[in-house]
């Protein structure tokens, strides 16, 4: 899992309900970033954060909330699931190093909202 | 801001067929560039990466990258392929000035092989 976990696996909501996806990293890295993958798409930024109590907006944050109050921690919160919010989740980490540019991706969590 | 376009969707390709896959980015500044591998239902894996330097870039299983600055091109060959190659791959570009934290990534190509 490249040192990011990523709960639940699957998820099934209903229209309305709220839920938290959970991302822990176990490398002390700096930066960690929220995508949704939609098919045909490719890989879509939600939020990011650069280091702890520091979040940013990505290209598609709304209906979508996160917070970084630990280096390993990154949860990302829907607070009124809708059916265009369906999508696989992926959380990655990546170093706060001149000589590493790359992120390391969670196995990802497959969404449902109907 | 930066773009990926990878022309190509989806990539059928005889087992032992060599493959090349396509990419091609926008940026007003000097980027990095990477590929990225997705197997079904699997998170992405980095494939290969170029900062600087050598202009031909070589990655795991057997992959290896052109980058052209002149075409605004990266793409990717693998000489012989694999059924395990079967899989997506996503082109990405990255700023090279440090503190730019973010990744723009291509659609992705799907590559099926055929046995």
């Known amino acids: 899992n490249a040192g990011v976990t990523q709960t639940p696996k699957f998820r099934i909501l209903k229209i309305g309900q709220s839920m938290t996806l959970q991302c822990t990293q176990d490398?002390?890295?700096?930066?960690m970033y929220w995508y949704r993958q939609d098919p045909g798409m490719g890989l879509k930024l939600i939020y990011y954060s650069v280091g702890a109590g520091i979040t940013d907006k990505g290209e598609v944050p709304n209906g979508y909330n996160v917070s970084r109050s630990t280096t390993e921690d990154f949860p990302l919160r829907l607070e009124l699931a809708a059916p265009s919010q369906t999508s696989v989740y992926f959380c990655a980490r990546r170093q706060k190093v001149r000589v590493s540019h790359e992120q390391y991706f969670g196995p990802g969590t497959r969404l449902t909202v109907t | 801001a930066q773009s990926v376009t990878q022309l190509d969707s989806q990539v059928p390709v005889f087992e032992e067929a060599p493959v090349e896959l396509r990419c091609n980015y926008s940026s007003s500044v000097s980027v990095y560039l990477f590929w990225y591998v997705q197997y079904p239902n699997q998170g992405l894996q980095l494939l290969l990466k170029?900062?600087?330097?050598?202009?031909l870039v070589k990655g795991i299983n057997g992959f290896e990258a052109e980058f052209n600055k002149s075409q605004t091109s990266f793409h990717l060959r693998k000489p012989s392929v694999h059924i395990s190659d079967t899989a997506e791959y996503f082109c990405a570009v990255t700023p090279s000035n440090f503190g730019n934290e973010k990744l723009t990534f291509g659609t992705g190509t799907r590559l099926t092989i055929i046995p």
């Open positions: 170029y900062l600087s330097g050598s202009t």
């Open positions: 490398m002390n890295h700096n930066y």
